[in-house]
């Protein structure tokens, strides 16, 4: 399927030309929930995306605004260890992207691997690290996009700036680091996580950089943010579980929600 017949298919359920894209993570609700849904359309009925097989990722498209600004919001997304090649997964951002987003607000939930942060934290991605064993731009060239995009500045400088702002007016710790992607499912070993760490990443994941990859070859401008919802700390590793994971979610999520919504409202 083309990015034409995406945009197509969704210009058909609406007229809406948003400004900014968001792409949802894991246990991440609070923030759809306040988004003014114009209209929410079923991944299904998108010709091109995929369908999520992962708890609490919905695979619905919602159009409408936040903060009075037209926006548009991936509610659930695609990652490699459900089988899907990098170019499928990073589909949604082309189509985002085609349909006039020219900011890509990320989100996940990760493990963290800084020993001075805790569980609920919220993050400001600096930096990232791909080491999913792949890269979505690995394929013909695409005609207007560049060939090798820079990645000096993945994450958008302005808005990192502007997302600490607004944190510290409304009282919410936010930490910044270097965000890793790993391919997953499984968790790390301890020995891995003492590498990742040794490596200079402060937290760990299984999306979202693909899509950042995309996101600044299609010219976009990225914020990342991320909710630590597991501690990774080798000599203190505890199991853990979707449940905990999906409830530490929660339980950061208003804060997660305020900060993006206070970003949309003083975006440029």
Do not use: K
Not at 98 to 115: D, E, F, K
Request: charge should be negative; aromatic fraction near 4%.
């Amino acid at each position: 399927m083309t990015v034409a017949a995406a945009v197509q298919a969704i210009r058909a359920r609406t007229g809406l030309a948003p400004e900014v894209a968001i792409i949802l993570g894991t246990g991440l609700g609070a923030l759809a929930e306040a988004i003014e849904v114009d209209v929410a359309i079923p991944y299904a009925e998108i010709p091109g995306f995929l369908v999520p097989t992962v708890e609490s990722h919905s695979g619905r498209l919602l159009c409408g605004t936040l903060e009075r600004r037209p926006v548009v919001a991936m509610q659930g997304r695609f990652h490699r260890y459900e089988g899907y090649d990098l170019d499928a997964v990073t589909f949604p951002v082309r189509v985002l992207r085609a349909l006039g987003a020219a900011t890509l607000i990320v989100s996940n939930a990760s493990g963290g691997m800084h020993p001075e942060w805790a569980a609920g934290d919220v993050v400001l991605l600096a930096d990232h690290l791909n080491l999913t064993g792949d890269n979505p731009l690995v394929a013909p060239q695409r005609e207007g996009v560049p060939r090798f995009p820079d990645l000096t500045t993945a994450y958008d400088a302005g808005l990192r700036t502007l997302a600490r702002a607004v944190a510290l007016e409304q009282g919410i710790t936010l930490r910044e680091g270097t965000y890793v992607a790993v391919a997953g499912p499984n968790l790390e070993t301890r020995a891995e996580y003492r590498l990742l760490r040794a490596w200079g990443a402060d937290l760990v994941g299984m999306s979202t950089v693909p899509e950042v990859i995309v996101a600044r070859q299609e010219g976009m401008r990225v914020l990342g943010l991320s909710i630590i919802t597991d501690l990774c700390l080798p000599d203190a590793l505890e199991p853990a579980t979707v449940e905990r994971i999906l409830a530490v979610a929660r339980g950061a999520e208003p804060r997660l929600a305020a900060l993006v919504r206070g970003v949309v409202a003083r975006l440029n």
